[in-house]
Each structure stands twice: as structure tokens, then as C-alpha cells.
């Protein structure tokens, strides 16, 4: 037997444990906090477009490097051709020092090889001289052994290429005097008794290298 029973009498141990029941019951909620809310829709619509600046075309920093100065004469004896006063027919100015350290591709491309049914044979040697930055072109510098390339009109894909040329510099591309029939630079012949009525165009391009 408890020692509690020994010192209160039975009914009153009864009320005793009920009441600590009870308490420990209601002490349970009591000692727990709960709370509950429920959510709606407010006002709803599409999320809103993040605003873009309008693009604008890429500039290339070669955009005007090349300029056209003057084209080829070409003077007749018979059929054959000749060429008697020298031409700068391109220069390509690579001043600056945003060309500094950096090498481009130079190229004269012929572009229209179907209108030149006059020509039996059309060869010529192109020359390119080199300036210093801010350089000037002058016709009286081609010679003959200026970087000479022969461009043999022979198809459609007719061009000569001076590859890795170095920034912040002047290349000016033309033609010296020829009496037209040599087999190692120009040579023009006129498949007919009188000359070709149509002539070669050519369009220079530069591309960076490295």
C-alpha cells in the first residue's frame, strides 16, 4: 500500500487523482498554440515584359579602309594590247593603332568574266606597294617588282591574294606599263581585228588575318 493512502482518506484520494486528471487534460491544450487562415486569388494578370534596347546593325572596323582611285587604260596596237601609263587602281589604309599588331588578307577579285568575249587572252600583273601609316599612293611606284602577282583571266574565281600583311600601314595595289606580251606579267590579246568592247572590273577586299 502507498504511503499517500496512509495519510488521506480514500474519498479524498478519489477527488485528488480525478482533479489532477482533469488538469492534465486541459493543461495539454492549454500548453498548445494553434492557428489556421485560408488564401484567394487577388487581381491577376500577365507578368509584365522586360523592356529590350532596339538593336542596331555591327559596325565592321573595316568599313572604308579600301577606297577605288583609278582604273586601267588599255591601248591597242592590232590585237595586241598594251598599257601605257601606270595606275593606282586601290588604296587600302590600315593607319591606326586600332590595326596595330594585327595581320590582314588583301585581295583584287575580277568580277566580270562573262561580258569579256573580246579578250583572246587577258593576263596582268598587279603590284602592291607598301606605306608607312598615313602613307600616300603614287602611280610612279610601280615597276614591275613591286610584290607582283599575275592575274590570269581564266575563270570566274580570277583574283590575286597578298596574305598576312601587317596593321597600321598603307597598301597601294595597281599596274605599271607593259607592251602586253609578256608570258611572266601582262599579256592582252584581242580575239577579233578590233578591240573588246567590254573591259575587267576588279573590287579589292581586306580581311583581318590574326
Known amino acids: 500500500m502507498s504511503r499517500l493512502s496512509n495519510f488521506i482518506p480514500r474519498p479524498r484520494l478519489a477527488a485528488w487523482l480525478a482533479f489532477g486528471a482533469t488538469g492534465l487534460a486541459t493543461g495539454a491544450v492549454w500548453a498548445t498554440g494553434f492557428a489556421s487562415v485560408s488564401a484567394g486569388n487577388g487581381t491577376t494578370g500577365e507578368s509584365p515584359a522586360m523592356a529590350k534596347t532596339a538593336p542596331s546593325p555591327s559596325t565592321s572596323a573595316l568599313t572604308g579602309t579600301v577606297t577605288a582611285v583609278d582604273p586601267i587604260v588599255f591601248d591597242w596596237d592590232g590585237r595586241w594590247g598594251k598599257i601605257t601609263t601606270k595606275k593606282v587602281m586601290f588604296k587600302v589604309d590600315l593607319s591606326g593603332t586600332s590595326f596595330a599588331g594585327k595581320t590582314y588578307n588583301v585581295a583584287m577579285l575580277l568580277t566580270n568574266t562573262s561580258v569579256l568575249t573580246g579578250f583572246a587572252s587577258l593576263q596582268l600583273e598587279f603590284e602592291r606597294v607598301d606605306k608607312a601609316a598615313a602613307g600616300t599612293c603614287a602611280a610612279g611606284d610601280f615597276d614591275g617588282t613591286q ?22 600601314a ?3 595595289l595597281g599596274i605599271s606599263t607593259s607592251t602586253g606580251d609578256d608570258v611572266a606579267g601582262t599579256f592582252l590579246r584581242s580575239a577579233q581585228d578590233t578591240p573588246p568592247s567590254s573591259f575587267p572590273s576588279f573590287i579589292a577586299t581586306v580581311d583581318r588575318a590574326t
Do not use: E, I, M, S
Open 147 to 168: 610584290n607582283a602577282k599575275n592575274l590570269n583571266v581564266d575563270d570566274q574565281d580570277a583574283a590575286v591574294y597578298w596574305n598576312a600583311l601587317a596593321g597600321d
Open 170 to 172: 598603307v597598301y597601294c
